[in-house]
């Protein structure tokens, strides 16, 4: 059996930084409400014209030098983002040619927050049927470019920035032993579109538009959905909280996170976070926080890697990896 092997993964941040200090001088809000109900203490910001293929583009070098890999054995790539470049091309070809290459395919996919798992989920599918050889699933975003500076509810909890994993086709024996991608799982519910949304685009204002959110509701079908697919992904492997190494879940809001632990029996010296410091970057915050686990040794070769996320759509997802 083809297994979708995690062969490297890396990052990339802006430079600049925005402190809470600094947006409570922009909007009336304070440092000590931000990080009371939401964790997020400072977040990355693109400077003008650093495009999200650009920083998409940095994440993919960083994880391709990890795996120890030339591009060109790269036949697939998968941009997972709700702020491409351009309405088209898809920002994926942009960072194909970045990396100097001509054959395979790549194209973006649009789940919002949970587009890195809905990417892993359809590169992984690719890989086991023998579609492609090796795939880059990137996650990139600049939600700075979307939201409205002047709403002091939305504009507190979102950064920009890049993450990547590599994958490879590699022959497993079957079993939740195997390194690789062990098991995904993906959903999503139209019903729900005005809870999160943007209100731009080609359809409508003819302008980018800006994220529009009922943070309430979004904080209760996130906790609801996240714990519903994860206990899919544990009913479907026989495995539960106390199996996991560690839990890498989209990052949004530190109190999504430490309920969605608690609801699956997860220790949180298990769980990996980074809100507080690249606050939520979309579907760029789970690759950013496995490449931050990945380089400082916490996540190692051999351990079980829970990963889920919730957003837009609404959708959300799981995925289980043997790292
Ligand atoms: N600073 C100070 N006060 C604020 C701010 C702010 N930045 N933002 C809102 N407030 C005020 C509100 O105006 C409100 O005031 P009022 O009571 O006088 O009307 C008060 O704070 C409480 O507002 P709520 O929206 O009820 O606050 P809540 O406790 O729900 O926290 C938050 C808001 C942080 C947005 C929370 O609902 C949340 O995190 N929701 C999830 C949203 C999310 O993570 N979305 C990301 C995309 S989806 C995903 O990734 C899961």
Redo the contacts with the bound molecule.
């Keep these: 059996k083809l297994r979708s092997v995690v062969r490297g993964c890396g990052s990339y941040l802006p430079e600049r930084i925005v402190t809470n200090a600094e ?1 409570a001088q922009r ?4 440092d000590e ?2 990080v009371q ?2 964790g997020i203490r400072q977040r990355h910001v693109a400077a003008d014209g650093e495009t999200t293929s650009m920083i998409g583009l940095r994440a993919a070098q960083a994880a391709l030098a990890d795996a120890g890999m030339d591009p060109s054995e790269i036949d697939l790539i998968i941009v997972a983002t709700a702020t491409p470049d351009h309405t088209f091309p898809a920002t994926a070809t942009q960072i194909q040619a970045g990396l100097g290459i001509t054959d395979g395919a790549a194209f973006d996919l649009q789940a ?2 949970s587009g890195f798992v809905f990417g892993l989920a359809t590169a992984d599918k690719f890989l086991c049927s023998g579609a492609a050889r090796a795939a880059l699933v990137i996650g990139a975003e600049t939600f700075s470019r979307i939201l409205d500076w002047e709403d ?7 950064g920009d920035g890049a993450g990547a994993v590599v994958l490879k086709a590699e022959a497993g024996d079957g079993t939740l032993k195997d390194r690789g991608v062990l098991a995904t799982h993906i959903r999503s519910d139209g019903r729900y579109k005005n809870k ?1 949304y943007v209100d731009g685009g080609a359809g409508s204002t003819k302008t980018v538009g800006f994220l529009r ?1 009922e ?5 209760r079908h ?1 906790v609801v959905n ?1 714990a519903e697919t994860v206990r899919h992904t544990f009913a479907e492997t026989g495995l539960s909280g106390d199996d996991i190494d560690w839990f890498v879940p ?4 530190r ?2 996170i430490d309920a969605t632990a608690d609801k699956l029996g997860i220790d949180h010296d298990r769980v990996v976070v980074t809100v507080d410091r690249h606050g ?1 970057t ?1 579907a760029a ?1 789970i690759p950013l926080a496995l490449a931050e686990a990945h380089k400082d040794g916490r996540i190692k070769p051999g351990q079980l890697v829970l990963i889920e ?4 759509g609404f959708t959300w997802g799981s995925a289980l990896i043997r790292w």
């Excluded at 909007?27 to 304070?30: I, L």
């Excluded at 002091?152 to 979102?158: D, G, K, P």
């Excluded at 943070?215 to 904080?219: A, I, L, P, S």
């Design positions: 947006l909007v009336d809000t304070s409400w931000i109900r939401t919002v927050c002091r509810a939305t504009c507190v909890l979102f999160l959110m943070g309430k509701e979004v904080f996130a996240l989209h990052q949004a809001n109190r999504i939520n979309s915050s996320a919730m957003g837009g």
